[in-house]
Nanobody, 110 residues
């Protein structure tokens, strides 16, 4: 299993944007499905977006049209572009490439 490290989180005002990165310690080209998840305080971890090896994507209804997942096999990195952020997007965001990272905090203020 590859080790992963998320980055790119921070504090942003509602309506703003962030791009999260998930860097893997090894090749991700053989990993069929890669995903971003999030966990808000007091809530269960939930799926945000998935991307397959052929580029098919799935999004949670709550982020459709605002978030975009992508992958760069050459850089062993998966991204999550988040636009039009809302306070309810506040959570720790995790990527999963067969293993979990430590997560990166995203906080959206009014």
């Amino acid at each position: 299993q590859v080790q992963v490290a998320e980055s790119g989180g921070g504090l942003v005002q509602a309506g703003g944007s962030l791009r999260l990165s998930c860097a893997a310690s090894g090749s991700i080209s053989s990993i069929n499905v890669q995903g971003w998840y999030r966990q808000a305080p007091g809530k269960q971890r939930e799926l945000v977006a998935l991307i397959s090896s052929v580029g098919r994507t799935i999004y949670a209804d709550s982020v459709k049209g605002r978030f975009t997942i992508s992958r760069d096999n050459a850089k062993n990195t998966v991204y999550l572009q988040m636009n039009s952020l809302k306070p309810e997007d506040t959570a720790v965001y995790y990527c999963n490439l067969g293993s979990w990272g430590q997560g990166t905090q995203v906080t959206v203020s009014l």
